[in-house]
């Protein structure tokens, strides 16, 4: 049982280039988002998604896109990449909005 | 706006004495609340959580204390082990119209074990 898998673990962007970040979860959950980690901000919550066909913006949604085809699937594209950027990213998991998140190990992404 | 935030950035111990995590939260229609930690280079991972009609929860040497009155929520560690060093973060869910809500996380308070 893999839990929530990330790649790549590690990006390096230049500004203006595109890319997803690919999430992928075997435990059949409903819910998924993610999330960027930034140094004393916490985690904050980019987009979301409640089940298959279904997304919607969290509280920094801007430069990001996301689609949720798959059950499974719930990749996060970044448009045009922009030194702010720079993050940690953290997909997860949950069974409903009120059950724990399960989190993969993160994509840390550099955008010079 | 309101936040879930903490009263302490860090927290140094020794091994074997208790910690307590506080954190304080402002919005008062939070219904669901998680304590989360995280090691250095990983995701953050669930420790124990709470439903708002509830004032305790116990798990293995784990305690959460909720406190409405006052919007705090704390973690107790017993006996805190090495093992126990990263950084804990408090998550609440606030449901809006009807939706099964999302996680807010506070900021996140260091624990260091002293051997």
């Known amino acids: 049982n893999a839990g929530v898998t990330q790649t790549p673990k590690f990006q390096v962007l230049k500004t203006g280039q595109s890319m997803t970040l690919q999430c992928a979860q075997d435990?059949?959950?409903?819910?998924m988002s993610w999330y960027r980690q930034d140094p004393g901000m916490g985690l904050r919550l980019i987009h979301y998604s409640v089940g298959a066909g279904i997304t919607d913006q969290g509280e920094v949604p801007n430069g990001y896109n996301v689609s949720r085809s798959t059950t499974e699937d719930f990749p996060l594209r970044l448009l045009s990449a922009a030194p702010s950027q720079t993050s940690v990213y953290f997909c997860?998991?949950?069974?409903?909005?009120?059950?724990?998140?399960?989190f993969g190990n993160g994509t840390r992404l550099t955008v010079t | 706006g309101e936040s879930v935030g903490l009263h302490l950035p860090t927290l140094s111990v020794q091994e074997g004495d208790n910690s307590i995590i506080n954190c304080a939260y402002s919005n008062s229609a939070s219904d669901y609340f998680i304590w989360y930690k995280q090691e250095s280079g990983k995701g953050p991972q669930f420790i124990i959580d709470?439903?708002?009609?509830?004032d305790k929860r116990q798990g293995q040497r784990v305690t959460v204390l909720l406190n409405k009155t006052v919007k705090h929520l704390s973690l107790q560690i017993a006996a805190t082990q090495p093992g126990d060093s990263a950084v804990y973060f408090c998550a609440e869910n606030i449901a809006y119209g009807g939706s099964q809500g999302n996680l807010i996380f506070g900021k996140g308070t260091k624990l260091s074990v002293k051997p």
């Open positions: 997860a998991s949950s069974y409903s909005g009120y059950s724990p998140l399960h």
């Open positions: 709470i439903r708002s009609n509830m």
């Open positions: 435990m059949n959950h409903e819910y």
